[in-house]
Every structure is written in structure tokens, then in C-alpha cells.
């Protein structure tokens, strides 16, 4: 088991960027694949990006690609997002998640602990 919290959630100008963490506080990170998922209010939680235990291997959402990179650090048992060229759009609470199984996947249901989120909040 793993347990995760984010960090680096703040308010930003449009054009902006943020490197939001991902910490293992319990569990160590190299044994899960991490993913990045984000949710507006009223809206259908967003798959990101998600990155492989080794970090080799790597997967986006198509329209995020150009802005936003995972990474991670396994030494410091935590993984990383960092976001750049920020829109209005990309207001929304951030997740990170640790999946279990060993290959890479873009939906919730995939993915098996959650941490508690971080807001990102973006204006012009």
C-alpha cells in the first residue's frame, strides 16, 4: 500500500507554470505506476499523463501533451507534473494515483490509490 499527497497547487496568471509533487508518505513510489488526473466542478474526472515505475515509459492525454510533462524521482519517493503555458481552462483540483498493475492506463477505475488533491487555479 502507498499513501500519497500532492503538493504545489496555487493561483497563477494564464501563461504561467506549476510543478505540482506527488510524495509517497508511506509505501515506496517505485513499485506503482503514477498517473495525473485533474477535475473541475461539475466535470467527469480528467486523465493527465501517467509515467511507469522506472520511468522509461510514459502516456498523455493528446490535447495536454504539449504543455504538461510527468516525471519522477524515485530516489525521493516522489513523481512530479509540471505544467507550463497555463490556460483558464486548466483550473481544477489535481490528483495524483498509484496503479498497481504494470502497465500504463488513462482511467480512474485503473488506478488504485489516490491522494487528497491540490487546486490549481488559473487567471488571466
Known amino acids: 500500500q502507498v499513501q500519497l499527497t500532492e503538493s504545489g497547487g496555487g493561483s497563477v496568471q494564464t501563461g504561467g507554470s506549476l510543478r505540482l509533487s506527488c510524495a509517497a508518505s508511506?509505501?515506496?513510489?517505485?513499485?506503482?505506476?503514477i498517473g495525473w488526473f485533474r477535475q473541475a466542478p461539475g466535470l467527469e474526472r480528467e486523465f493527465i499523463a501517467g509515467?511507469?515505475?522506472?520511468?522509461?515509459?510514459?502516456n498523455y492525454a493528446v490535447a495536454l501533451k504539449d504543455r504538461f510533462t510527468i516525471s519522477r524521482d524515485n530516489a525521493e519517493n516522489t513523481a512530479y507534473l509540471q505544467m507550463n503555458n497555463l490556460k483558464v481552462d486548466d483550473t481544477a483540483v489535481y490528483y495524483c494515483?498509484?496503479?498497481?498493475?504494470?502497465?500504463?492506463?488513462?482511467?480512474?477505475?485503473?488506478?488504485?490509490?489516490w491522494g487528497q488533491g491540490t487546486q490549481v487555479t488559473v487567471a488571466e
Open positions: 509515467i511507469t515505475q522506472s520511468g522509461t515509459g510514459t
Open positions: 494515483a498509484a496503479r498497481v498493475e504494470s502497465y500504463l492506463a488513462a482511467t480512474q477505475l485503473d488506478y488504485d490509490y
Open positions: 508511506r509505501g515506496t513510489l517505485s513499485n506503482y505506476i
